[in-house]
Each structure stands twice: as C-alpha cells, then as structure tokens.
C-alpha cells in the first residue's frame, strides 16, 4: 500500500508513453504523488526511488524483449521484434505494456478498475473497432477483457452498445452535419461544476442579452457557410449551461435564426436541454414545440430536496414535477431527464428514494453520470470529502441499471471522464427508438460536429482516413463576446478544414 506521504516515481526511456502510464498510475495513486522522470540510461537494473515503476523498453536490444519493474517486482513484456518499426507492432507493444503496468500496480495496490486499462472517454468506440476486425462478439468481448483488463459486465454493455449504435452510425450520409449550440449561463453554479458556465444575477443580467447577440452572429455566419456548400443539418443540439436560462422572447430569436436558414421539419432530431427545472415555463416549451424541438431534457440530478441545496442547485423537487408535467402536457416526444450518482451526501437509500420518484414518470430516456469531481470544481477545491467508496459507488451503478431494465429502458450511449465516483461512467438510456442521436454522433465521431457559442468544439470529420480534427472555440464568454463582435463566424477556419477534406 502506498504511504500518503510518499511520492510514487515515473522512470521512462523516451516520452511515448508518458501520458498513457501517467493516467493509468493515476487510477491507482493519488496526482499529487506521481514524479515522472524521463532519461535515456535508465533501464530495468537501474537504482530509483521507491516506489518507483521502471518501463526498460529495450529499445537496443532487437530482441523484443521490454520489462517492467516496480520495485523488486520485475516482468517480461515481450513483442514482435521489430515493434518499434511498425506501426501495428508498436501498437500491440502499446497495449501489453500497458497492461503489464496494470497488472504490478494491482500487486502494489489492488484497485477494483471495471475499465481495465483503458482511461480514455470512448469505451464504445473501441468495442466498435474490435466489432469490425473480429466479427464475433465473443471474441470481442474476450480481448477486451484479456487484453484492456476490462470486467465481463462492462465489456458485454459496450459490446450491446455498439451493436444497438450500429443502424444509427451506417445511417449517416455525406455533406450531413450536426450542429451545437452552446449557451454557458446558469442560474448558480453548482458546486461540482468544472464546465466554464457562468452564474448570472437573474433573467435580467445583461450577460444574458450580450451573449445572445454574439451567439447569434456566429451562427448566422455558420447557418450561411453551411447552406453555401449544400450540407445539411442532421441533428441539433441547444446544450449549456442552461438554455433555458433565455427569456421566450429570445428563444424565440434564437430559433427563428435558425428557420430562417433552415426548414427545421428537416432534422432527423432537435434537443433542448432545458437543464435547472426553476428556468422552464409553459410560455418557453410552446416556443420549442411551435419550432419542431422534439427532445427535451429537463435535469433534476437527484430528487433529494437535501442534496439538491448542498450543491446549490437552488431549485425544489416540486419546481422539476411541475416542468416535467409542463412538458408532457405539451406533448414533446422525447423527454430526458439527467442523474447524478455520487452527489455528496448521497448513497443508495437516497437514490433509492430518488429513483423510485421518477419510476411513475417513465420517462423515454434517463442519463446517469458517475460524479466526476474535477479540480475546477468547488467540490473539489473546497475538499470536500467524497464519501463513498468504489464498490458503493457500482452498487449504486448496479441499482441504476436494473431500475432501467425494469422499466423497459436500454443504454445506448456511454462515455467516460477522469476522476469519476468507482471508476465507473456516463451511461444513456433509452426505450427502444428513442435514442438521442447526437448523442451518439457526437460521442462516436462519424460525423463532422458544427460547435458554436464560448467553449463549443467543433469537430470535423474525414470519412476517408477515418479521423477527427477538432476545433475549440475560445472559452472564456467575454473574450468569446468581443471576438464575436470583431470577426463574427471563423469562415477561413472552416473554409481552410473544408479545403484540406474535399
Ligand atoms: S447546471 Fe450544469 S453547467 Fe450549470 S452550473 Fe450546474 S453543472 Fe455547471
């Protein structure tokens, strides 16, 4: 086990690696423990620090013969003999060591790690790649157990994912995009926050207004350049923040902007994540059914009045009923309704509770997040205490997914982020049909991805090398408001990506 005061040493030959063993280590110690040296001379023999993991690519050797040593631990890695050349071989040698590194940091501490080795965000995609190359799922489902150390329950999901995703990603034709448009104010911030969106003062703070406008000029530009070269909206997505922090008046501009460019009969789906309950009135959600919003998502995170106020969330329980009932009233044909599991103070008898309020709404899509508590987030900063341990954390994970299975729900979408509540991840689900599409879209990276407003990255796909080139937008919503005003839309940026894909 690790002393808390030690540091946990890093020795590496070269840099390839470094961020790929740094993010596993990670899993197992603390950030703040880790020191990564990188000098050519080091090799399996070599007197380090303790603990210390020592990676001796042998890279002089020719024999592909590597090891691994933590401490007085030392393992062979072996691999094709020219894996340096090539890229496949490098590759392979990129996977086994990286499960060799798992395999002696869970002699030194054992860590229950559902994913394996994997630290990226897109399980899924992997397991659509190993889909294509193996064709049957049970060959699938083994190497990424064997080779990413991934649980069966987590790989046999991913699998059923990609799978259900399938239909949807060969359904995407060419010159089709899908647009972002994102609106980064919310009435407070919460305290586990670690996205750039900004508290305002009220529906009144100039913020707002000023925002808007800017937004506007961005995505006139985009709306033109789009219809300039015939491509066409797929799906779009209004996302925050909180869009509905705008009045009805000014989702109204917002959506008027964009039939003006557009007959929004024509996507195949519009989302608003309407997000806080205490925003959404019966006046904003005639504005979205009068322009064709058929998915909506109204995000409660927990229905503990408690919790909701110890993570300054500042809306009740009854403000989400009200919304939710405002929606199907209106009769929107998706409605999605966001969770959080791992919210402080929060185990599974609140959750319980939680999930057992929302079962009589039987909503047609549910989002769970683990809580991913992020240096930027107050949660975090103010260190407060997360309580729950790992395997907490996949017992709530566990009631989550059988709650949806008991109600005819099905996980279509998932992702991962760092430092999330038991090593676990985001999970979409769905009755059958009603997947959100661009949720998929943008998670799989098949389709080029339009980001307008502060922090929106766009993304830009070339079918033919199988790649995706992103594009940030500034973060910060004032310097955002200022370039708007000085260059509007990034034309030569896009016209410049355009020219390098056609
Ligand atoms: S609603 Fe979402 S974006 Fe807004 S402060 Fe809370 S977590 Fe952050």
């Known amino acids: 086990m690790t002393d808390k005061n030690k540091t946990f040493h890093i020795y590496l030959q070269d840099e390839w690696l470094d961020y790929e063993i740094r993010e596993l280590v990670r899993l197992f110690v603390d950030l703040d423990e880790l020191k990564v040296t990188i000098a050519a001379d080091i090799d399996k023999n070599s007197p380090v620090a303790k603990p210390g993991l020592v990676c001796d690519y042998g890279v002089d050797d020719g024999s592909g013969r ?79 157990q064997d080779t990413y150390a991934i649980a069966e329950d987590k790989a046999r999901l991913v699998t059923g994912i990609a799978h259900l995703q399938n239909p949807i990603l060969e359904s995407i034709t060419e010159n089709s995009v899908s647009l972002y448009i994102g609106i980064p104010l919310c009435p407070s911030r919460c305290s586990y ?82 997000g806080r309950p205490d925003t959404i009135t019966e006046e904003k959600l005639k504005v979205l059914k009068e322009y064709q919003v058929n998915r909506l998502s109204i995000n409660p995170q927990t229905l503990q009045p408690d ?19 405002l929606a199907e009233n209106l009769g929107f044909q998706t409605v999605n309704l966001d969770l959080i599991v791992g919210l402080p103070g929060e185990g599974e008898d609140q959750l319980m ?30 260190a407060v205490k997360h309580q729950l341990s790992d395997n907490e954390s996949e017992n709530m994970m566990n009631r989550i997914y059988s709650f949806a299975k008991a109600q005819g729900l099905i996980p279509y979408y998932l992702y991962r982020q760092k430092e999330m509540a038991g090593h676990l991840e985001n999970v979409g689900f769905s009755k059958p049909g009603q997947e959100g599409l661009y949720n998929i879209l943008m998670m799989e990276e098949k389709q080029t991805i339009m980001g307008i407003g502060a922090g929106a990255v766009s993304k830009l796909y070339y079918p033919e090398t199988n790649r995706i080139e992103r594009k940030p937008n500034v973060k910060n919503i004032h310097v955002y408001i200022e370039r708007m005003k000085l260059h509007g839309f990034d034309e030569a940026g896009w016209n410049k990506a355009f020219s390098q894909k056609s």
């Open 66 to 144: 590597s090891w691994l040593r933590l401490n007085d631990e030392t393992i062979e890695v072996t691999h094709h003999s020219k894996w340096q050349q090539h890229p496949e071989y490098k590759k392979q040698a990129k996977r086994k060591f990286l499960k060799g590194v798992y395999l002696l940091m869970q002699d030194f501490k054992p860590t229950k790690l559902p994913w394996g080795t994997l630290t990226g965000v897109r399980p899924v995609k992997l397991a659509h790649q190993l889909i294509q190359h193996l064709k049957a799922d049970d060959l699938v489902i083994s190497t990424l």
């Open 193 to 274: 926050c670690s996205f750039i969106s900004q508290a305002v003062s009220g529906k009144d703070d100039p913020l707002i207004a000023a925002y808007l406008e800017a937004l506007l000029m961005e995505l006139k530009g985009a709306l033109a350049w789009l219809n300039e070269r015939q491509w066409y909206l797929d799906t779009l997505y209004i996302g925050g923040g909180t869009p509905s922090i705008l009045t009805a008046t000014q989702i109204r501009e917002l959506m008027e902007t964009l039939s003006n460019a557009w007959p929004l009969s024509s996507p195949r789906e519009i989302t608003f994540e309407a």
């Open 307 to 325: 919790t909701l106020k110890r993570v300054n969330r500042c809306h009740t329980v009854d403000e989400f009923y009200e919304a939710w009932q």
């Open 353 to 382: 509770s939680t999930l057992n309020a929302i079962k009589p709404l039987t909503p047609a899509n549910l989002t769970v997040h683990a809580l991913a508590l992020k240096r930027s987030s107050t949660l975090k900063t103010d």
